[in-house]
């Protein structure tokens, strides 16, 4: 009986050792301020000189599979890929959670209540995401056969934009209105759909809503393609008050400056600017991209005076889709050449 006690004590000791020796992992804090790529190998982080590719796989040992993009709610990184949603410390990129449950997410919006809002494209619905648990806790739908992909936010609204398909006999121009909150009460309740022009792309709050709208731009039958066009929506009555032809085919990516006096987008003829009654399209740079995020940056002028700007970070989705450029539109110029490991889905800054 003493030999038994011996053993457990010497047992007890030897595990309590073993725990106090085992090493506590530990993230150096590389990350934080500065601009990530997502590319369709992962995730690439630059902070204004150098390019750090595939960091959450470098920190976690893991691959993503399809990354898609990347929003950004306090400390954390949100990063969605086909059927998963992955958070990652914002410093050190170590991953926190992982959220499963979608067939091909495309977008997703933080509305309140700690809550996420996916919009899972091949279920045709919006995914309601306890952010506290990390776990779907209902479900939208969105219209029979139809392709959401894309959501937007405002107050207690949210609007999702059924893109359609590239077919005249696939196109959509359903837009719907999903109210996320009454007062102090958490909700996610379909509101009503209105049509706007085909195939409505992205969308920006300036002044109303304003949709981009695609239209239709089928390569293999041209003779079936519609210009694209803006919408003004008044999103509280689901009104459409608007819509303008563009003059342009497949636009996507809508945009605006600071103040939303201008609106920037893409299409097959270039990088595009316009007024926020869709007025006035111009190119700005002939490059075919699909990738545009905008930003206000100050730049020196010269050796005594900085001035801000509108800068335009673009991928070049023809020739190289791993080169990301830097467009200073005061200066009418490029100003930055950045390259990454594989072709760019989603660029973000923090």
Not at 59 to 75: C, E, M, Q, Y
Not at 258 to 263: A, F, I, K, R, Y
Request: glycine share 6%; proline share 3%; aromatic share 10%.
């Amino acid at each position: 009986m003493k030999l038994i006690n011996y053993l457990l004590i010497a047992l007890v000791f030897v595990s309590s050792c073993k725990e106090e020796n085992d090493p506590v992992p530990t993230f150096a804090k590389d990350y934080g301020d500065g601009m990530y790529i997502v590319t369709e190998n992962g995730v690439s982080f630059y902070d204004g000189e150098v390019v750090k590719n595939q960091i959450y796989k470098e920190v976690n040992a893991a691959t993503l599979s399809n990354p898609k993009k990347i929003k950004f709610k306090g400390t954390k990184a949100y990063i969605v890929t086909d059927n998963q949603i992955l958070t990652a410390n914002i410093e050190t990129f170590e991953n926190k959670e992982i959220i499963g449950g979608f067939v091909n997410a495309t977008d997703f919006d933080f509305v309140d209540f700690d809550r996420l809002f996916v919009v899972d494209k091949a279920d045709a619905k919006v995914k309601v995401v306890d952010i506290g648990r990390m776990e779907i806790t209902s479900d939208i739908e969105v219209g029979d056969i139809s392709n959401p992909s894309f959501i937007i936010s405002s107050w207690y609204r949210s609007i999702v934009l059924n893109s359609g398909g590239i077919a005249d006999t696939l196109k959509d121009s359903t837009i719907i209105a999903i109210d996320n909150k009454d007062r102090a009460i958490p909700l996610a309740d379909f509101m009503g759909s209105i049509d706007v022009g085909d195939n409505p792309s992205s969308a920006v709050w300036v002044g109303d809503l304003k949709v981009l709208c695609k239209g239709i731009y089928d390569e293999d039958n041209l003779l079936s393609n519609t210009f694209s066009s803006l919408s003004s929506i008044d999103p509280w009555n689901m009104e459409l008050d608007w819509n303008v032809s563009l003059g342009v085919y497949n636009a996507k990516n809508l945009t605006s400056n600071t103040d939303g006096s201008v609106l920037y987008f893409t299409a097959n003829s270039g990088v595009h600017s316009m007024y926020d009654d869709g007025s006035s399209v111009t190119t700005i740079i002939p490059i075919l991209s699909d990738v545009l995020f905008v930003k206000t940056e100050l730049y020196a002028v010269n050796d005594t005076t900085n001035e801000y700007s509108n800068m335009l970070y673009i991928n070049d989705a023809l020739n190289d889709p791993n080169i990301v450029y830097k467009f200073n539109k005061s200066t009418d110029s490029f100003c930055d050449t950045i390259i990454v490991d594989s072709p760019v889905n989603d660029i973000n800054f923090y």
